[in-house]
């Protein structure tokens, strides 16, 4: 299983990015899904999750990035996606995909992403 996530950057306040997270060897419709965060000298903390298709694709963010940040799946390209608006500096970290929908459920992490808000 490999899941190769995508789309960090530095970004301004108030600014938007859209990461990605492409799996392989894993079908996500299948699985609950999760983005995880990890600020520097902080714990790893879920952002959001999707459930499984079956469990009706319900999604679960962080009190934190309600709001601003949405999580979809794309079915046929095997891919779920994280949508972050309204960029604040609290946002930055290296953001990590994962197949649960909390930390204690990951099986599998993809490599991380940096995401970077900063003028």
């Known amino acids: 299983v490999q899941l190769q996530a995508s789309g960090g950057g530095l970004v301004q306040p108030g600014g938007s990015l859209r990461l990605s997270c492409a799996a392989s060897?894993?079908?996500?419709?299948?699985?609950?899904m999760g983005w995880y965060r990890q600020a520097p000298g902080k714990q790893r903390e879920l952002v959001a999750s999707?459930?499984?298709?079956?469990?009706?694709?319900?999604?679960n963010y962080a009190e934190s990035v309600k709001g601003r940040f949405t999580i979809s799946r794309d079915n046929a390209k095997n891919t779920i996606s994280l949508q972050m608006n309204s960029l604040k500096p609290e946002d930055t970290g290296v953001y990590y995909c994962?197949?649960?929908?909390?930390?204690?459920?990951?099986?599998?992490w993809g490599q991380g992403t940096l995401v970077t808000v900063s003028s």
């Open positions: 994962g197949n649960g929908r909390s930390i204690g459920l990951v099986r599998y």
């Open positions: 060897g894993l079908i996500v419709r299948l699985n609950g």
């Open positions: 999707i459930s499984s298709v079956s469990s009706g694709g319900r999604t």
